[in-house]
């Protein structure tokens, strides 16, 4: 009897190649027959999986966008059970910082993604913008959790927050990885605009300690 193929974890193999090699060569510099070559398999599967260079980006972003959640769901559970607003909202962007060499490739490759998708017709059709829009929608909610326990400062807009701490996260983290700033710099300037939009003491004097933890 042939031997029955998991194609999902195929593909997912394929996705995780194309992400190795390309933290390594850069992803304008891959190719399919890198990535097969890299994963141990033909370039004739990677076409039958995939067919074109842009639906295996594709799929690598998402691998990437996976492999970023667990990231931060383990961020989470060294925070505890009960962490709270602030400790969650602090493991997401600490998450995203390239502080290893899993974080150094997700900032990489994700940037990469979105300066391809400018230029690139057929990345850019794809809907890589929606990733950040989910990421700032969560964040946003966060946010909006944290108001309503009372948590923030007053006159935060939940929103308006949000989508500043993503853009200057994004934008600490590039400083790292080009070497502009030490990893210990960039987590304090998410600490000192954290601070701003947290309350330090009375009802959110604990949820900023847990969030000091993570």
Do not use: W
């Not at 710099?185 to 300690?209: E, K, W």
């Amino acid at each position: 009897m042939p031997k029955r193929v998991d194609h999902t974890q195929r593909r997912t193999e394929i996705a995780e190649a194309l992400v190795r090699v390309a933290g390594r060569r850069g992803l304008h510099a891959v190719g399919m027959r890198d990535v097969a070559a890299e994963a141990g398999v033909s370039l004739r599967l990677v076409q039958y999986y995939f067919e074109t260079k842009e639906k295996l980006l594709l799929f690598g972003l998402e691998q990437l966008t996976r492999e970023f959640g667990e990231r931060v769901s383990e961020r989470l559970g060294a925070a505890g059970e009960g962490a709270g607003p602030r400790a969650t909202v602090e493991a997401l962007l600490r998450a995203a910082l390239p502080t290893d060499v899993e974080s150094r490739t997700f900032h990489h490759l994700y940037t990469s993604y979105a300066v391809l998708s400018v230029t690139d017709p057929s990345l850019a059709a794809q809907p890589f913008i929606k990733q950040p829009d989910a990421a700032e929608d969560a964040l946003t909610e966060l946010l909006r959790q944290a108001q309503d326990a009372d948590l923030l400062r007053p006159g935060v807009n939940p929103r308006l927050e949000a989508i500043g701490l993503l853009a200057m996260s994004a934008g600490l983290g590039t400083g790292v990885l080009v070497g502009q700033r030490g990893q210990e710099s960039a987590v304090a300037v998410l600490d000192h605009h954290l601070n701003r939009v947290f309350r330090t003491g009375g009802p959110g004097a604990q949820d900023a300690r847990r969030g000091e933890a993570v």
